[in-house]
């Protein structure tokens, strides 16, 4: 079965400290990969996507980047931090092929809070 | 461009109640809808999708919701709620493609009252 993890699972980082937030699926192969933040009231906003590796696309321009070294391992990364930067990241897979293309499953999330 | 309106920001029902919660989506093409539920702190966990056929899908936990197209509305519902059913609800809609993107509505927050 597919699992999806996340970590850390809660960072405390000051204003303008560096940022890496890492996303590992495994039991597939070449999924579609996602961040998503969650801010207090406002639902999700996707960030980045990922088709496959060294593929990403940026949803919303901001201060933050995302790579993709290998096929199940999705990172998200800042040079300097905001205090906007604070909420709730979620990493989320879904395959590429047949109904399930289109089916998202998310990972349990890291809590950020930059002070 | 794709939209999700969830109307009610917080619900509270008694345990043992029926509950509906009311999803509208804005979606150029056929849709494929999808509810997810979130407890605090955690992850979210997807309840039921539909992607065509019978309009009315089942769930996990007791949960259905209907799509209607002429009202672009997709609602869940649940006949009787546990008190383990209180969390945040979220509608989401996305179309086919190798990389389809979800588009979430903002969320409803059920209380169930004991």
């Known amino acids: 079965s597919q699992t999806i993890h996340q970590w850390p699972a809660t960072l405390v980082q000051p204003v303008g400290s560096p940022l890496s937030l890492e996303c590992t699926v495994e039991g597939t192969s070449n999924p579609n990969l996602y961040w998503y933040r969650q801010a207090a009231g406002r639902g999700l906003q996707l960030l980045f996507y990922?088709?496959?590796?060294?593929?990403i696309s940026s949803e919303v321009p901001q201060n933050l980047s995302a790579s993709r070294p290998q096929d199940r391992q999705f990172i998200l990364s800042s040079k300097k931090l905001l205090l906007s930067d604070s909420g709730f990241y979620l990493c989320?897979?879904?395959?590429?092929?047949?109904?399930?293309?289109?089916?998202?499953?998310f990972g349990p999330g890291t809590r950020l809070t930059v002070l | 461009a794709q939209s999700v309106t969830q109307p009610d920001i917080h619900i509270t029902v008694s345990e043992g109640a029926s509950l509906e919660l009311r999803c509208n989506y804005s979606?150029?093409?056929?849709?494929?809808l999808f509810w997810y539920v979130q407890s605090p702190g955690q992850g979210l966990q997807l309840l039921l999708k539909y992607f065509s056929g019978d309009t009315l899908v089942q769930g996990i936990k007791g949960f259905e919701a209907e799509f209607k197209r002429s009202q672009s509305s997709f609602n869940l519902r649940k006949p009787s709620v546990h008190w383990s059913d209180a969390a945040e609800y979220f509608c989401a809609v996305g179309g086919a493609g190798t990389a389809s993107k979800l588009t979430f509505g903002t969320g409803t927050r059920l209380q169930v009252t004991l």
């Open positions: 979606y150029g093409a056929t849709p494929y």
């Open positions: 990922s088709v496959g590796i060294g593929q």
């Open positions: 989320a897979w879904s395959g590429t092929s047949g109904s399930r293309g289109n089916e998202q499953f």
